[in-house]
């Protein structure tokens, strides 16, 4: 950590002592060093998120590719931005220094040569690549204005005192969005993306970087006001008047017939942003959850009672976690229903206390906030598989969510709040990482994520803490992501390698089946071409391809074996076919033997004798061949598949979901159940042939699982043992949020008879 810190101070300071060449007066030269330093500090982390998430998206998408190419395309864009990173980075802090060092002739500059230029001169081709290149620089800065408009506005006036310029604005401000992304794709031409994949990297430039630059240029005016520069600058936002309701009560049924205008923001709570103005989630969602208790018919007020502080539900809430951790074994943590929450945090508050003395109650916003997070998380574990470790990691956070709710109803409004990402994090690391099993390879991640679980219910609540631990886990399922990548690859192009091979194989079987319908060979000579030569052929070819010289050469090799062609030099054919044998992994003595006992050229050692024909044909029978050594040591993982049917008896239907296989892009996923134990592996699609169909599927972890056709998949599917895991483009809590929301809606609609009229309109 210090050794990054440094590094990032010495390249700012580095840069900031360039700015402008020193043509400022001193405090102006310190201020512009100063908020590029700060910028550089700040920009840190935006763009190693932004590089982060678009590595992930570049994966996603190879996984999807329908084509090869289009996933090398990806893989290859991939591992330039994780090589190029660090340089990237650099090279983005050295334009943004340049642009800010040029802070006096960026508006200059445009019209000096644009008055220079004759008309007749501009006109030129436009390449479509850059000109979409250009839009989308455009909108991307003009968008970023429209978001940081007030706090642009001070930042260009306070820098245009600076330099004695009239206020800067659009591309003439160098800290401003138009200047990052410029910077932005300036840095990334480096990295040779194609076309779309730096309109991509510009998306993601746009959601991690310049969506979060308002705490940055907050603190570039805060510096620059603090100096004594404009300090009573202020903009003039337009304020923006949310019109409150009072909620319908338990007791009034009009009041909750009454139109809800806050409750269509409701559904947008797995939406929300992280910024910006509040839209009021958790108003909403109480709103629907009193027209749900009216339209219950459940009755309003309550005995007269003492409502709870938020301490004291803080201290509630602390005690029942330390209770639950002290009676409660591995085996029987479960969810908490609303109501049996809500039960045990009143014995909580009133506990010790003389039975005549007033009770604690929770207060109306307490009680529905105690409510709507214990259905969220009711509605998370539908979400979750079955039989896996996630149920538990879930119930455990429950309380420890809930006092951040309690504490900080930005858990309702933010989406990117800590808690919620935390929550969002860890149930899908279980969930789809996990399966429940004692494997040793399943121990460090649920170790990882109870530690994390435990320490959240450890230390009080706050954002930092949450903060902190996502970064945490964060980092550990990047690892965990990059290995399974890795091991993935591998066992792609092991399979990709296999493939050419039997094709290279079957070429060379049938020019082997030609010559031998002319020149049929027996004993050694048939051993040795069926068994060994035909892998020469099929390696060489694979090697240099079928139009090669050296392809060519081996195919008169064959031709000299089988007499089909006269031999001038039979000793330097016996060295030949030794040298093709030794290429197939042939021991050295073995080829000598073989080509010796079937060429009978040059003085053979009197000291060494031969073994016979028979003895040297039966050892090329037992000769393991090209590429069965690598599948012999790849064990399929799972249960195996039954062998599918003859293509002739195959049903329709089986067709119908062979063809639908054949559509399906890379990265799809499956569910294998094993008939005999009910037990469910999940398995990807990572690749299939075209050609032949042969497909191979991994697992979460990369490892590799069942091999088999489209064919056989495509039984196995019309048999019900498996079955496909379709995409969710939701995360497993936006979907808990549009459940619990949609459940609410659904419960709080009044319920009324049709008229007969309006039946019969």
Not at 35 to 47: A, D, F, H, N, R
Not at 328 to 352: H, I, K
Not at 688 to 694: C, Q
Request: charged letters at 25%; proline letters at 6%; one cysteine or more.
């Amino acid at each position: 950590m210090d050794v990054g810190h440094d590094r990032r101070h010495s390249s700012a300071s580095h840069q900031g002592g360039r700015l402008g060449g020193a043509r400022w007066p001193a405090r102006a030269q310190r201020l512009l060093e100063a908020s590029y330093t700060l910028c550089v500090e700040g920009l840190q982390e935006p763009l190693r998120r932004c590089l982060s998430e678009f590595e992930k998206q570049l994966f996603a998408l190879a996984e999807r590719a329908h084509h090869a190419s289009e996933q090398q395309d990806c893989f290859a864009s991939r591992q330039r931005v994780l090589q190029g990173r660090t340089t990237f980075a650099q090279h983005f802090m050295e334009r943004l220094g340049n642009a800010l060092g040029e802070i006096d002739r960026a508006k200059t500059a445009p019209a000096a040569a644009a008055a220079n230029v004759k008309p007749w001169q501009t006109l030129e081709l436009v390449d479509p690549g850059e000109q979409e290149v250009s839009m989308a620089l455009e909108q991307l800065g003009a968008r970023g204005e429209v978001r940081h408009s007030s706090v642009l506005y001070e930042l260009g006036h306070r820098l245009a005192v600076l330099i004695g310029a009239p206020p800067l604005e659009g591309q003439a401000l160098p800290l401003g969005p138009h200047a990052l992304a410029q910077a932005c794709h300036e840095a990334g031409v480096e990295l040779e993306l194609p076309l779309k994949h730096q309109l991509l990297l510009l998306q993601h430039f746009d959601q991690w970087v310049i969506q979060a630059l308002a705490p940055l240029y907050d603190t570039i005016n805060a510096h620059l006001q603090g100096d004594g520069i404009l300090p009573q600058l202020r903009s003039i936002p337009i304020p923006r008047h949310i019109g409150k309701r009072a909620r319908p009560v338990a007791g009034n049924p009009e009041a909750a017939s009454e139109p809800a205008p806050a409750a269509g923001h409701a559904g947008t709570a797995q939406a929300g942003g992280s910024g910006g103005d509040p839209i009021e989630v958790l108003e909403s969602l109480r709103d629907l959850l009193a027209r749900q208790r009216a339209g219950q018919g459940g009755v309003g007020g309550r005995a007269a009672s003492r409502a709870a502080s938020e301490q004291e539900l803080q201290s509630a809430l602390g005690a029942l976690q330390q209770h639950l951790a002290q009676v409660t074994d591995q085996a029987g943590r479960e969810l908490r229903t609303a109501a049996r929450l809500r039960e045990e945090l009143l014995a909580q508050l009133n506990f010790g206390k003389p039975g005549d003395a007033p009770r604690t109650q929770l207060s109306d916003e307490q009680g529905d906030t105690v409510e709507l997070v214990a259905r969220l998380f009711e509605q998370l574990g539908h979400q979750l598989q079955q039989g896996g470790n996630a149920h538990h990691l879930l119930s455990d956070l429950q309380l420890p969510v809930l006092r951040m709710a309690v504490a900080d109803h930005g858990f309702f409004e933010k989406r990117e709040h800590p808690a919620r990402r935390l929550l969002d994090t860890v149930t899908a690391a279980a969930n789809d990482w996990l399966d429940g099993s004692d494997d040793e390879s399943n121990r460090p991640l649920a170790t990882k994520l109870e530690q994390l679980v435990n320490r959240a219910s450890q230390e009080p609540p706050s954002a930092g803490l949450y903060t902190t631990l996502l970064a945490d886990i964060e980092h550990h399922l990047a690892l965990l992501t990059r290995k399974a990548q890795a091991a993935e690859r591998r066992h792609v192009e092991a399979a990709q390698g296999r493939e050419r091979l039997d094709q290279a194989r079957h070429r060379a079987g049938e020019l082997m089946a030609e010559r031998f319908v002319q020149s049929p060979p027996r004993g050694l000579l048939r051993a040795l071409l069926d068994r060994a030569w035909s892998d020469v052929l099929a390696l060489t070819l694979l090697r240099h391809g079928e139009d090669s010289e050296p392809f060519r050469a081996q195919l008169a090799i064959t031709d000299q074996l089988l007499g089909r062609l006269p031999v001038d030099d039979r000793l330097q054919l016996q060295v030949e076919v030794e040298s093709g044998l030794q290429q197939i992994g042939m021991h050295a003595e073995e080829a000598v033997q073989v080509a010796q006992r079937l060429l009978g050229a040059g003085k053979p050692d009197p000291a060494v004798e031969l073994p016979s024909a028979t003895d040297l044909a039966l050892r090329l029978k037992q000769h393991q061949r090209l590429g069965e050594q690598q599948a012999a040591h790849e064990p399929a993982i799972g249960p195996v598949p039954t062998a599918a049917p003859a293509a002739a008896t195959a049903d329709p239907r089986q067709l119908r979901i062979e063809q639908h296989l054949r559509e399906l892009p890379f990265g799809s996923w499956f569910e294998f159940i094993d008939p005999a134990t009910g037990q469910i592996a999940r398995r990807k699609l990572a690749w299939y042939s075209p050609m032949s169909g042969r497909c191979l599927l991994v697992s979460r972890r990369g490892q590799r699982g069942e091999e088999m056709s489209l064919a056989q998949l495509a039984h196995e599917v019309a048999s019900g043992r498996v079955c496909e895991v379709p995409a969710q483009p939701e995360s497993l809590l936006d979907r808990a949020w549009r459940g619990l929301t949609g459940s609410l809606r659904q419960a709080a609609e009044p319920r009324r008879s049709t008229p007969p009229e309006a039946a019969r309109r």
